[in-house]
């Protein structure tokens, strides 16, 4: 026995009509709109509330005009350009208003006769009044003359014909207005959404390409550290080695625990590099001296995490490694100006000394100083500069500038 097949709408149809509650709002709008010019006008006649039940018979069939027109756009008009969607638009409007003017001649006999009355004095001195169908003429001294206008079915084919055209007409421009203004809101809802997937597709390619430049820094992080433990131990210094690995079991705990696409705030990137930097003065404990300098109003400033690592672990293997003599490791941040701010980090000997110090600090794997000026242009874009060089009194520096950003990106 076989279980019974479950019928599912065509996918077709669930993406033509997708936007309906739009259309519903837009209709039911353009109507509310139409409803309340013709409250103000009943209001200022003697019977206002026969006006309106009329009115309302009226707006009950054009609402459904509308929706059908919709329906002949959505079925007809999905995928297609927005000249032939006009096209479309503009055949169902005429459709509806045809529609229209056919019913409301159809149901002429079902609308109540309005008791208001239109007086007015004619140019021969008679007084006219107007009401429903007739019109009385008063006249001097005479009897007055009353006309009864016949109704719209007592009329032959052709005038009726001519008269449904006529108001056909009329509501043709109403169609046509709200399939312009459906149209038009369509195109717009589409362009916002097709800019906000561009701006969605480009901000995943930037984390995608954040990420894969951070996932770069960490092999070449974890070599160079395994590689300092391997020199402690096959030198003996084991206290220093054990020293070295609880710093890097610290620092590997808050490294690893952050997203490699998010932000932190300078202080943090601070913390982390102080971390890593009580790893390597395990390691040389006479030759390596840091100073930080960073300002309390830049503390909160934020940047891409662990952005600092390989150029500290460059001025350390190509500086403090290289030299036989105290090399100090220098990070300061300073205001470039209201909107920016400045990063620099540098290596030089700590009694002077210009050409005992290696400048080539971007040697070694390639991805140092490379990887950093690329997560800075791929967070920041061309608001950040990345720039290196040899210092003049000897020693290298590396000077970063980029936008000072208090809040993390959403």
Known sequence: MTAPMLMMPHPAARTRFRDWPLAVKSILGFWLFYASTVAVRAFLGTDPW???ENKLVVIGIGIAVTCLIYVIIAAFGEGRSIRRQAVIAGVASLIGALAMGGTLILIEDMMRESREEFRFQAREGFTVIEKGQQIRVERTAQEPLVLTFPKVHELDPMKRFRYALDLSVTWLFFFLAWSAFYLATQAQKEALGAQ?????AESAAQAAQVRALRYQ???HFLFNTLNSL???VMTGRTDRAETML?????FFRSSLSLDPSADVTLAEEIDLQRLYLDIEMARF???LNVEIDVPQELEQARLPAMLLQ???ENAIKYGVSKSR???VIRIEARHLDNQRMVLEISNKLKHGGKDELPAATHEGTGLGLANVCQRLEARFGSRASCRFGPMTGGGFKVSLTMPVEAHARN
């Open 196 to 200: 906000r997937r561009l701006a969605d």
């Open 285 to 287: 404990p006479d030759r």
């Open 310 to 312: 390989p150029i500290i």
């Open 230 to 232: 391997s020199s402690l």
């Open 325 to 327: 003599k105290a090399v």
């Open 50 to 52: 026969t006006t309106l």
């Open 246 to 250: 609880l710093a890097l079991s610290t």
């Open 217 to 219: 820094v960490n092999p």
